[in-house]
Structures are given as C-alpha cells and as structure tokens.
C-alpha cells in the first residue's frame, strides 16, 4: 500500500485539473496513518483496532457492517479487534477508505448523499456479483466493492467546480439521474479521469484504477481491467433495472460482459434475479 509516483501522463492529467481549480481531495490522515501501520514490518492487529477504535464514528459504521444480517452472529459485536477479525484487514481498510471518501468528498447536501447511497448500492452490488462468479473470476468482493464506492467519484468533484455540472439533479435533489458523459461534453472534462486520478492519489490497486478509468467502455481481451469494468457494468445495469430508470449502455456492452464473467444468455434472468435477492438480505 506504499505511495506509488504518478507516470508522467497522469502527472499531466493531475497538474491540468489543479490548474483548471479541480481539487483532488488528499487522503485524511486515518487512511494515512492506517497504511503506515500495514506497511510496518511490526504491523499488527492490535495497534489497527486501537487506532479505528480513536474515531466514534468510523467505530459506528463497522458496529453497524459487522451485525448487519449478512455476518448473521448470533451475539452484537461491540470491540474493534473482533470486529476486525470478523471482517479481516482488507475488507476494514476497504470500509474506511469509503467512509473516507464519502466525507472528503461532497458534504451533507441533500445532492451528494442521493450520490453516496447510489454509489454505495452499485458496491453492494458488484460485490455480490464478484462473490457469485469467484471460480470463474478473480476479483474477491471487497475488491469488486471498492470499485463501485470510487467508480463515479469524479462526479461530485466536478459538481463542486462547475456549478452547472448536473445542473438537473441538483434541482431535483437526485431525482432527476443525468448522463454523466454527456456532462462531460457540455464542460469540456473527463469524470473518469478524475477519479482515476482520485483512486491512483489514494492508493487503489492498479487494475481498479483502470476499471475506474474505463467503467463505460468496451474494452480489448487481455486488459487488465476487463474483469471489473464487466462487473461494474452488470451492476450499473441491476442498479437501473431496480430503479426503474433507463438503459443507456448495457446492450452495448452486455455480450462481452457476459462472456468475460462466464455467463450465458441461458440462466441470465435467474442469476440477476439472485444477485438482487442476495442485495436485497444484506442491505
């Protein structure tokens, strides 16, 4: 998890956004103070759970993850380090940069928690997808999680620079869902690109980087990122199946989806039906 220098094209891409008054928000000193520790060669449970165990807030949302039904205990977690070895280190550290990136990025208008909770239902979804096609797939679902938390968060970052970004759904307090892309266009900007840039500044694996970048795109056999854009799209494709809200990309990119996650057109109906069964028990 150490810092990674930026190549020389997302050093550009980086300086032009800054230049252009985007600002990336920086990691919040938990995130840093957490990865310090696991990068100690005396790094230890212990010392992790004391240091959550300093913020009541962040102690709040694991109490809440950890006895939620999915975990199914039979008695209430209330310690961080048996929270931490129900959970294990990467799915907490994954819940901490989400918690993190929520409040780095936003605040509490009415707009931006619309935002979360969807980004938040599109994790939750990918994360039940990766966790159903695992043999065929190697993305575990706190990966496939993380992804979907970041995937979009260049959104609220453009939304706080150009104040017409999306200028619709902040009218209809996240009712009215715009075509991002399109946004785009109108300003002359790139969201995928800030929160690829936002993932590679906080330290995501290379691969959810590039999904991040590439989540609306088709992408060639072989790139590294293929997997995860294809459990992405899926989920984006259940989310607005759910929401009642319209298709813009998927028959674009369901075939190679599909193949790529090991499914078929035979059994699709039942496994989405699954997927959002499962979504449904555990939130």
């Not at 980086?14 to 520790?37: C, M, R, T, W």
């Not at 609220?156 to 946004?183: H, S, T, V």
């Not at 690829?196 to 906080?202: D, F, Q, S």
Request: charge should be negative; charged fraction near 20%.
């Amino acid at each position: 998890m150490a810092n990674r220098p930026l190549t020389p094209e997302d050093q550009k891409q980086f300086d032009d956004l800054i230049q252009g008054g985007i600002q990336i928000p920086p990691q919040p000193a938990i995130l840093l103070e957490v990865e310090k520790l696991l990068n100690s060669p005396r790094n230890n449970a212990n010392a992790l759970a004391k240091l959550i165990g300093q913020d009541p807030g962040l102690c709040a949302v694991v109490f809440r993850v950890v006895n939620s039904p999915f975990y199914g205990l039979s008695k209430p977690i209330d310690n961080i380090s048996k929270a931490l070895v129900v959970l294990g280190i990467n799915q907490l550290v994954n819940l901490i940069k989400g918690i993190a990136l929520r409040h780095a990025i936003g605040g509490k208008d009415a707009v931006y928690e619309k935002f979360w909770e969807r980004s938040g239902d599109i994790a939750a979804l990918s994360s039940v997808i990766a966790g159903k096609v695992i043999s065929a797939c190697n993305i575990s679902p706190d990966q496939a999680y993380m992804a979907g938390l970041f995937h979009e968060c260049g959104v609220p970052i453009l939304m706080q620079r150009f104040p017409d970004y999306c200028k619709a759904f902040r009218l209809g307090e996240g009712r009215n869902w715009p075509d991002f892309r399109e946004e785009d266009r109108r300003f002359n900007t790139d969201h995928t690109v800030v929160g690829y840039l936002v993932a590679r500044h906080w330290n995501l694996p290379d691969f959810a980087c590039q999904a991040i970048r590439y989540h609306h795109d088709r992408l060639h056999v072989g790139h590294t990122a293929l997997t995860l854009v294809s459990i992405l799209q899926m989920a984006r494709h259940l989310y607005h199946k759910m929401a009642g809200l319209p298709e813009t990309q998927w028959h674009e990119m369901q075939a190679q989806a599909l193949e790529e996650l090991g499914l078929g057109e035979e059994g699709l109906t039942e496994f989405e039906e699954d997927v959002v069964d499962t979504f449904r028990q555990e939130n």
